[in-house]
Each structure stands twice: as structure tokens, then as C-alpha cells.
């Protein structure tokens, strides 16, 4: 194909006038059939004259044509309708793609590297040979930007391997392949260990991710031999421990994607991966694993946590940089050393400096956290709530450390540090108003806090814990400084379980939590809101807060207008659960605001965009309200008359939000729904107008969802058969049926839940359906007799027909015998028998064919006038198999109860106990 008429193509792509620009779409939609398209792509991409727009668009044209058309070649297949590379093309873009890349600038290069992570996907390294050999020559040169493009092929190609189990045969080619590179790229990263450029941190870096792709599964044997790890080992440590040369941004926000410190933070990973990982061994482990679980532990942990050390310490005293990712992963690493023996012994003499200086300020509030709290309150508590950045955040990294550190060494270190923690308490207490330390206090009680558990477990604390929080905790809910006033309702509902000697402590801090739920800071309403969820657990708490009810629910529906978030549903949820005998007056209110607030946030989702934090939460805090709503309903399910008016606001909420936009909430939606139609006294008229949308949505969208429409749909046919059978709902119901039970292979888990909705429709309309059993029958039958190939939904289909027996034997038999059935289904059926094991399949069975016996013995078929003898013997096992099930079920109750008399009471405190202070512990 001629390249000059791709470059004509691609330029009026990017024509204003609309006709021309369709001219070249369909142009180029056309070419993508001819022999020699990707090619000429390519060809165009690595020709220097070509403007970068274009070469840009014939790069993403290219990666979407290998992202469609890229799968295995097979001789003889033709272009046709299908748009699979010819093989010639295939080794032509393989053999020129990585040279292309190399050659490319950075804009390019994304969309190259996409396009060998499509092809990698399928060929290599097997049908790809020249990658590697290619790669490691560009490497070798001493061009920068030629190494820079070899090491980003290299990386996307080995990516595809991420995911491939340790113990699969799967890894094989890799590790082939990790003999090759793994000399090559250490031989350069040795070379630049000493390099203090850019270039050098930017190669380094991707050296970097190679190497933690290559063993983030698993160990690669080859490391392991020879003097591979140890090289490897030094030049990460070195990484990680060299200072940080000059030049890096003035901005601290800039800082992180720095090229150095995105080195460091990646070498860093290396290491925390392993110990995190790799030194506790487990019995699914491979034996190259373990073995360097062993290597790891003897010759390189304590070393490594030293380095780690001189890491953190750039954070004492409000010293220099380290970005949170790096600094996360350093404790992370410190924290994994507790855990051993080894390394706990060389890591305890710095543990005093470590806590005081490293990680009890970083549990501290930050000036950053300050300022945002004052300037952008909602994005202060999404950072908050975010658990990507919770996940990355120092402070979660420190208080994991200071939990592990009391789950695995015990008393030993909860007691220096419990009273370092006291000490500063004393000190705030102590020191005028304008000097006290408010972010000291803050990190004081989220170290109480956090060791909650364990504090509870140990007697010592135990009986100090109330006057702790007389003393130090509950004076903050009056504090001036917001965050302190949120960190105490936090710390209160970590401990709602305390016994208190003074009620009267209890009582105040409950009266002080709901007060702070109309504070002037948001961020403290938003936390004394969440705390009540905790504090509610309490049967007490529930007691005191009863008469305060209404206010309740009001500042929990301000909060809920204000932000987002779906705890703020969920604790909204626990209080209906909690209360639940109490909602009767405040039902309407708190359905009406409940529906409203539904639609208002998944109204959110069309207009989403990719980079907007609020996508995540609030299609959570919309699928809250749904629960919380349905949490309601189960409250209030002994009072049908509440139902009716709930009815008015919920239906049409349903029957609006019933679409492919919500589908998210759609098991929800149903679920309500089945609430509503099972508890009401009656099925409204206003009812039947969901019937049509739950069918609408099966038929265009939702097939996968039929176990959840189900429920409703039952409740319609068993509550008001006449208007089921009389309107278009038998219909509908019977077209499902048709269309799942009816399609040969078809999902066997959703064709027996549409043969539960028949079995209803037998079940509720008798004599009333006579018009659907011919075809029902049909359906059934064929995929009785054609691929029923799960034991349960065989089981299913013989019910199914039994059900119709017990309707209407008569008809049934005619029709089966008209069909010339007979013989199939009950060879099956009887053949079937001693597969039934549930009593209700039993009973079901029994009816069944005991039906036939309705009709007169000169009306049956020959075969079953002959088989009747052993219709008879069935119904006799079947009978004695039922009453065996009965008889065994209240046996066990029996002993049931007689053994629940005799059973002591559980502890249901919940506390941790210590592990032994056993220093050399591994």
C-alpha cells in the first residue's frame, strides 16, 4: 500500500469540514483490509519528514489495529470479514516496531509501546524471537535515547507475564528470557550506579521495573545462581541509600515524579516486595522461593534495613524531603522486620528513636493536612476516605507499624511506648493554652486509638481507660481547634464497648457527639456522624440517644445534602437497623429524602469523567441509600398499612431508575421491590408499572440478572393471579422462560431460576394458564433430552413436568404423547430417582405421578398402562425416602436442643491478646 495516500488519509482526519473528514474515516476504514496497511503505518511513522501530527495519528492507528486484529495467525484464514494480519505483514511490523520505537520521540513512543503489548500478548517470546537479541543491542549502544526505548520495549513485552501464577509452567518463558536480559541490564545499572544525570535516573528507573516485573510472582531460578542476587542486591541498596543529587524541583509537589526519586521509590519497592512477600514461606511456595526466603533473611535483610533507617531518618525532626510513596515503603520494610527474629534483634536498639522521632510524628496531623482542612474541606475528607491514597499514606503505614509492633513483640514495647505517649498527654495538659501542641495531641490519641484492641486486652490499661478519656479525650470536644474535636468523637467510638464506672462520663460524651453533628467544621459533623455508627453498637448508647431520635436522622440528611459518602449512608443504615422499631413516624421522611438523595447521586454517573475523585463515591453513597432503604423497609415489614404510602414514593423511583445507565443498582432496585410486593397487604395498580420495566430490562440488558427478578416476580403471580393472567404479564413471563430455558447450552444457573418463575405461575393459577403448558412442555423436554448436562437442573425440569402433571395431567399426557415423549421423560424421570434428596423435591415428585392416576386408565398411553407397576414401586421409595427426611429432622432437633442447654456462653469482648515478648521470635 502506498504510504502517500495514508499520510493524505490521516491529514484530513484532521479536516474541519465534516464530509471530508468522513471521506478519510471511510478511506482508511477500507485500507484496513489491504495487504500491506500496517506496513505502510509504520513506514510512516519512522520517516523523519512526516509532521509529528501525522506520525502521531498513524501511531494510534496502528496500536488500535494491533489492539484488534493481532491474534494468532492460522494458514489458510483470509482477510474477508475479519481483520487479521496476513503473516507477511505480522513479521514485518515485528521486525521494524522496536527500531521504530527507539528512533521516536516521546509522544510516539506511548502508543508504540502499546502496539508490543498487543503483539506481546500473543508471540512473545516464542514467535517473536528478534525482540530480545534487538532490544539488548540497543542497549549496548551508548546513545541514551536508544537504551531508553530498548528498556520501555523490554518492560512492556515481560508485562505480560504479570499475572502468570509462580507455580504455572506458564513463567517458563520468562524465566528463559530473564537469562538473557537480566546480565545485559545489570552491566548498565553497575555502569550508572556512579552517574548523577537525569538520563541516568530515567534508565535506572526503568531497569527499576524490569527487574520488580521479572519477580513480583515469583523468584526466577536464574537469580539465584552464581553471583547474580548479590550484584543485584547491592546496586538497589546503593539506589535507595545514595543521597539525592542536586537539581530536584523546588515544588514539593512536583518533586515526587521526579526521575531520581522515581529510581529510588521503585528500587525501594524491590525491597520492600521481598520481605513483604517472599520472607515468610508458605507451603504453596516453589522451592526457588524458599530458598530465597532463606538467602534473603541470612545475608541481606538486616543490611537493607540499615539502609532504610538512614532512609527514614531524613524525616526526624522535620528534616528533609521524602515522598510519601517512598517514605511508606520504607516503614513498611521497617515494620516487616519486627516480625522476625533476625531482624528484630538488630532493629530493637533503634526502636526508642524510631518511634519518638520517625513514626510518632508521622501519625501526627501535617501542616499540609491543616491547611487543606481550613481551605477545601471536601477534598480534605476525600483524601480521607480515599483508599487509594490511604493505601500509600505514611500515617497508615505508621499506625500498622505500631500494631504489629504490639501484635508481635508484645508488652515489651507497649509499655516505653504507652508511657512516651502518656508523657506528652501530661505535658499538653500541663502547658498554657497558647502553647499547647494540638498536632502532638492529635498523634497522641490516634496512637491510643489505634491500639484500642490491645489495650482493652490488657488489665493494666483496661481499668485506666475511662479516666484516660475523662482526662485527655472527652475535654477535646470543646477544643477550639476542629481537628481535635473530630479525632475525639473518632477515639470515643473506638472504645463504645467500655464498661463505665460513671454513667455519667458515658452519657455527657454521647450528648457531646451528637452536638458536634452541627459543628461549624465539616469535617468534624462528617466524623462525629461516622462515630455514631460505632457507638450505637452499644445497647446503652441506644438508649441514651433514643429520645434524640428525630435530630438525629435530621443532621445525619444535612450531612448526607452536604458531601457524598457512602459511610455516612451506611451509618445512617445502622440506625434504621438499630432502631428500626422506632422509624414508623419518621418512615415518609426518611424514604422521600432517602429516594431523593438515590437519584440526585447516580444522577452523577453520565456525566462522569475520568479524572474526577467524586466517580468513586458516589455511586457507593447512591448504593447506600438503596440499602439504607431496604433496611427501612425490613423494619417496618409488620406494618403493611406504612407500605402503602411508601409504595407512592418508591415505585416510581424504581420504575425510573430500571435502566442500563443504572445497572449497578439494579439488584438493589429488585430487592426493594421484592420487599414491597411481599409485605403490602395487596399488588397496586401503581405496582404492575415496575412489571413491564423488570421485563424490559431482562429482555435489553439484564438476562444475567433474572435470579434477582425472580423474587418480585413471584411475589406478583402469587399475590394476584388474576391480574397476572388478564394483563401482558404472562406473556412477558413466559417469553423469559422461552428465551433461556429454550436456548441449547444456554446458562444452566439462570434457566433453572426461570424455571422456578413457571413452577410459580403452576403453582398460583390453576386452570387458569392451559394456553402456555403445550409450548412450556415442548421447551423443557427438548432441553431435558438435548443438553441438561447439570444434575440440579435436570432435577428441575423433571419438577417442572411434574408441576404440569399436577395441573393438568390430562393435557399433559396428551401432549407428550402427541409429541411422542412419553418414553424419554419418564425413562429419565423414573431412571432420576434416587438422585432426589430434599424432601421438597420429594413431595413434588410424588404429586406428580400420583396425578396420573387422576385420569382413567383406558385415557393412558399404552407405555404408561405398562409402566404403571413401576410408577406405583416409585411413589412407594419416594414416600418412604420423605418420611425417613422428616423423621431424621426432628431427631436433630431434639438433639439440638438438647445440646444448646448444656453449651457455655462465648465472650463476645472482642479483645487481642499479646504474643509472647520473645525477642529472637522468627
Known amino acids: 500500500m502506498d504510504p502517500q495516500l495514508l499520510i493524505a488519509a490521516l491529514e484530513h482526519t484532521y479536516n474541519p469540514l465534516p464530509e471530508q473528514r468522513k471521506n478519510a474515516e471511510v478511506f482508511l476504514k477500507q485500507a484496513e483490509r489491504q495487504p500491506g496497511y500496517s506496513v505502510a503505518l509504520l513506514q510512516i511513522i519512522a520517516t523523519p519528514t512526516v509532521p509529528l501530527h501525522i506520525s502521531q495519528a498513524s501511531s494510534i492507528t496502528l496500536k488500535n489495529l494491533t489492539r484488534n486484529s493481532w491474534r494468532p495467525y492460522k494458514h489458510g484464514d483470509s482477510i474477508g470479514d475479519q481483520l487479521d494480519l496476513l503473516e507477511t505483514d505480522r513479521d514485518q511490523v515485528k521486525l521494524h516496531l522496536l527500531d521504530t520505537l527507539v528512533k521516536s520521540p516521546p509522544l510516539i513512543r506511548n ?6 503489548a498487543c503483539i506481546a500478548k500473543h508471540d512473545f517470546p516464542e514467535q517473536w524471537e528478534s525482540f530480545v537479541p534487538k532490544a539488548l543491542e540497543f542497549l549496548g549502544s551508548q546513545d541514551p535515547s536508544f537504551m531508553h526505548g530498548a528498556l520501555i520495549g523490554l518492560f512492556t513485552a515481560v508485562r505480560r507475564f504479570k499475572f502468570t ?45 524490569i527487574f520488580s516485573l521479572c519477580t513480583h510472582a515469583s523468584i526466577p531460578p536464574f537469580l539465584l ?42 528500587a525501594n519497592r524491590i525491597l520492600e516486595r521481598f520481605v513483604r512477600r517472599y520472607c515468610k514461606v508458605k507451603k504453596a511456595d516453589t522451592k526457588t522461593n524458599k530458598r530465597f526466603s532463606k538467602i534473603f533473611l541470612d545475608r541481606y535483610a538486616v543490611s537493607i534495613m540499615e539502609a532504610e533507617l538512614t532512609v527514614v531518618s531524613t524525616k526526624r525532626s522535620g528534616g528533609g524531603y521524602l515522598p510519601d510513596k ?24 533503634h526502636m526508642d528513636t524510631l518511634l519518638r522521632d520517625i513514626i510518632f510524628p508521622t501519625l501526627c496531623l501535617t501542616q499540609n493536612d491543616f491547611t487543606l482542612w481550613n481551605d477545601d474541606p471536601h477534598e480534605y475528607l476525600r483524601k480521607e476516605f480515599d483508599s487509594v491514597q490511604e493505601y500509600y ?153 433514643r429520645p434524640l431520635l428525630p435530630q438525629v436522622l435530621e443532621a445525619i440528611f444535612k450531612l448526607m445534602s452536604e458531601i457524598d459518602n457512602d459511610d455516612l449512608v451506611a451509618t445512617l443504615e445502622h440506625i434504621i437497623d438499630k432502631y428500626e422499631e422506632d422509624m414508623e413516624p419518621y418512615a415518609l421522611g426518611l424514604t422521600s429524602r432517602l429516594s431523593e438523595t438515590f ?18 463515591i458516589s455511586p457507593a453513597a447512591a448504593l447506600e441509600c438503596l440499602v439504607a432503604t431496604r433496611s427501612l423497609l425490613r423494619g417496618l415489614r409488620n406494618k403493611p398499612h406504612i407500605y ?22 439494579l439488584d438493589e432496585l429488585l430487592k426493594i421491590l421484592t420487599f414491597l410486593t411481599f409485605y403490602a397487604t395487596e399488588i397496586t395498580p401503581n405496582m404492575w408499572n415496575a412489571f413491564p420495566k423488570i421485563y424490559e430490562a431482562f429482555d435489553q440488558w439484564a438476562l444475567d440478572y433474572i435470579p434477582e427478578m425472580v423474587p418480585p416476580i413471584d411475589n406478583f403471580i402469587s399475590k394476584a393471579p388474576s391480574v397476572f393472567i388478564t394483563g401482558p404479564y404472562l406473556e412477558m413471563t413466559f417469553n423469559m422462560f422461552r428465551r433461556v430455558v429454550g436456548e441449547k447450552g444456554g446458562d444452566e444457573v439462570n434457566a433453572g431460576e426461570a424455571v422456578n418463575i413457571m413452577e410459580s405461575i403452576l403453582h398460583n393459577c390453576p386452570g387458569m394458564v392451559d394456553k402456555i403448558i403445550p409450548e412450556m412442555l415442548d421447551v423443557a423436554v427438548f432441553r431435558l433430552t438435548n443438553s441438561c448436562e447439570d444434575k440440579e437442573f435436570k432435577i428441575m425440569l423433571i419438577e417442572l413436568i411434574a408441576n404440569s402433571l399436577f395441573y393438568n395431567a390430562e393435557m399433559t399426557i396428551q401432549h407428550l404423547e402427541a409429541r411422542q415423549y412419553t418414553g424419554a421423560v419418564f425413562g429419565i424421570w423414573l431412571a432420576t430417582i434416587p438422585k432426589f434428596k430434599r424432601d421438597y423435591d420429594l413431595k413434588l415428585i410424588v404429586l406428580g405421578l400420583s396425578s396420573i392416576f387422576n385420569v382413567k386408565y383406558t385415557s393412558l398411553p399404552p407405555m404408561i398402562q405398562q409402566g404403571a407397576p413401576q410408577i406405583m414401586n416409585a411413589l412407594v421409595t419416594l414416600l418412604t425416602k420423605s418420611e425417613k427426611i422428616r423423621q431424621d429432622r426432628e431427631l436433630n432437633k431434639l438433639d439440638k436442643e438438647a445440646g444448646t442447654k448444656d453449651e457455655p456462653s462465648e465472650d463476645q469482648g472482642g479483645d487481642i491478646t499479646f504474643a509472647d515478648d520473645d525477642d529472637d521470635d522468627d
Open 111 to 116: 502508543q508504540l509501546a502499546a502496539s508490543i
Open 225 to 266: 545462581e552464581g553471583t547474580a542476587l548479590e550484584e543485584w542486591m547491592q546496586g538497589i541498596v546503593h539506589l535507595v541509600a545514595k543521597p539525592i543529587p542536586a537539581g530536584q524541583p523546588a515544588s514539593e509537589e512536583d518533586r515526587p515524579d521526579w526521575c531520581w526519586w522515581k529510581a529510588k521509590k521503585w
Open 165 to 209: 501464577p509462580s507455580e504455572s509452567k506458564g513463567r517458563d518463558p520468562l524465566y528463559k528470557v530473564i537469562e538473557k536480559i537480566f546480565p545485559p541490564l545489570l552491566t548498565v545499572f553497575k555502569a550508572l550506579s556512579s552517574n548523577e544525570s537525569e538520563q541516568s535516573a530515567n534508565i535506572q528507573y526503568l531497569i527499576c521495573k
Open 326 to 349: 517512598m517514605f511508606q515503603s520504607s516503614i513498611c520494610y521497617l515494620r516487616m522486620c519486627l516480625r522476625y527474629g533476625k531482624t528484630y534483634l538488630s532493629l530493637k536498639p
Open 393 to 545: 499514606n505514611p500515617r497508615t503505614e505508621a499506625i500498622n507499624f505500631i500494631t504489629d509492633m504490639v501484635q508481635f513483640r508484645g508488652r515489651s514495647m507497649l509499655h516505653p511506648f504507652m508511657n512516651f505517649i502518656v508523657s506528652l498527654l501530661n505535658t499538653y495538659n500541663a502547658a498554657p493554652v497558647e502553647a499547647k501542641n494540638y498536632r502532638e495531641k492529635d498523634g497522641c490519641l490516634n496512637a491510643i486509638g489505634s491500639l484500642g484492641p490491645w489495650l482493652k486486652g490488657a488489665p493494666e490499661y483496661m481499668s485506666n481507660l475511662e479516666m484516660m478519656l475523662v482526662t485527655h479525650v472527652f475535654p477535646e470536644f470543646r477544643c477550639p481547634v476542629g481537628f481535635l474535636r473530630a479525632r475525639a468523637c473518632w477515639i470515643f467510638s473506638q472504645f463504645f464497648s467500655l464498661d463505665y464506672k460513671q454513667p455519667a462520663n458515658y452519657e455527657a460524651a454521647i450528648h457531646a457527639v451528637l452536638h458536634l453533628m452541627g459543628d461549624s467544621d465539616m469535617p468534624v459533623r462528617v466524623q462525629a456522624g461516622l462515630s455514631l455508627k460505632f457507638v450505637l453498637l452499644a445497647d446503652k448508647a441506644r438508649e441514651v440517644v
Open 644 to 665: 402503602r404510602q411508601l409504595e407512592t414514593i418508591l415505585i416510581p423511583m424504581i420504575c425510573q431508575c430500571i435502566t442500563a445507565d443504572h445497572i449497578e443498582y
Open 599 to 616: 437519584i440526585r447521586l447516580s444522577a452523577i454517573i453520565p456525566n462522569q469523567s475520568e479524572d474526577d475523585p467524586d466517580d468513586e
